[in-house]
């Protein structure tokens, strides 16, 4: 099961925040609460409570997180806190209920439908790409999301740690699994 994002806040020189950086902490956000929509979705179905809980937990501290790089009064935040407490109503039914009247909603979190999670807002931008040299895993690289085989040879290849392994052997085979890893055979 992969892990959300960490929302962290960048930031610039002195300290302050760009608009930029404030936008891609928003979207960091985005696809944290929506990744968790679709795992608590899935827990909830495969009657997985224990796995529920604990997405709540992460997804709570990715809103403290970001609720300490200025976004708590934005839409990102909003949107999260709003899908915390309906997610939550099943398992904490009184907790629930007592954020939702807090924050001001309409009678019974209970009679909300239930988070509908956006995939292209869930879908990452990067993966950890796994390098390994006859099976064994050398090295970890973070690479864009649509790396196709040969750009992830070419960027693999050009470690110092993957040109260290490869010394005096010659490379017989590339295995490339799209979004997972490249296994390289000498």
């Known amino acids: 099961m992969s892990r959300p994002a960490e929302v962290r806040p960048s930031r610039t020189c002195g300290g302050a925040k760009t608009s930029s950086t404030k936008e891609s902490i928003a979207r960091a956000l985005r696809r944290v609460v929506h990744q968790s929509i679709q795992r608590v979705t899935r827990d909830f179905e495969a009657f997985e409570f224990n796995t529920v809980i604990s997405s709540l937990m ?14 708590a009064g934005g839409a990102a935040f909003a ?3 709003d899908v915390l407490v309906r997610m939550t109503a099943p398992v904490a039914p009184h907790l629930a209920e007592e954020l939702w009247s807090i924050a001001g909603r309409p009678y019974s979190v209970h009679r909300q439908a239930w988070p509908e999670a956006d ?3 869930a879908r ?5 790409l796994v390098v390994q040299i006859n099976g064994k895993v050398r090295e970890r690289v973070t690479v864009p999301a649509g790396i196709d085989e040969e750009t992830a040879r070419s960027l693999v290849l050009g470690l110092d740690s993957v040109q260290r392994h490869l010394e005096d052997k010659t490379l017989r085979k590339v295995i490339y699994v799209p979004g997972r890893l490249i296994n390289l055979v000498a």
């Open 58 to 71: 992460e997804l709570t501290n990715a809103l403290t997180g970001a609720r300490g790089t200025g976004l």
């Open 79 to 81: 949107e999260g806190v």
């Open 119 to 121: 995939a292209e807002a």
């Open 124 to 128: 990452s931008d990067e993966f950890t």
